[in-house]
């Protein structure tokens, strides 16, 4: 007897069970945007690490440069660059706060949505 056709992933891939946290994402409406509120969560977080990091690596390089000036202007260089980077992240999350208080009247309006929607019985 010949195997079943590969059409579909559970053919493919046999029985599977969601994550146990995936009803947070498919039940409500605004599962998207639950997703992506998470999304821009990590990304922030992921700037003010880099940040940190490149602030770190460039005082070292600062302070173990001897007095060249080239190496001097280089970690100078990327230290404005990691805190010009932190203030752009952060000031996105201020704007957006700033417009979601004119225009919805709460803050988090737009960094952090809620749909409406009919009722679920």
Do not use: C
């Not at 409500?28 to 690490?49: E, H, K, M, Q």
């Not at 980077?85 to 706060?97: Q, Y």
């Amino acid at each position: 007897m010949p195997p079943p056709p590969l059409d579909t992933p559970k053919t493919f891939f046999g029985p599977f069970d969601a994550p146990q946290n995936i009803q947070n994402y498919t039940e409500d409406p605004s599962g998207l945007i639950l997703l992506l509120n998470n999304i821009l969560r990590v990304a922030i977080f992921a700037a003010g690490i880099f940040a940190l990091i490149n602030f770190l690596i460039s005082g070292i390089q600062y302070i173990g440069s001897s007095g060249n000036p080239e190496i001097i202007k280089k970690a100078s260089s990327r230290m404005w660059f990691s805190f010009l980077g932190l203030v752009v992240a952060t000031s996105s999350l201020v704007i957006a706060g700033i417009i979601g208080l004119v225009f919805f009247g709460h803050a988090t309006a737009i960094i952090n949505p809620v749909i409406y929607g009919p009722p679920t019985p």
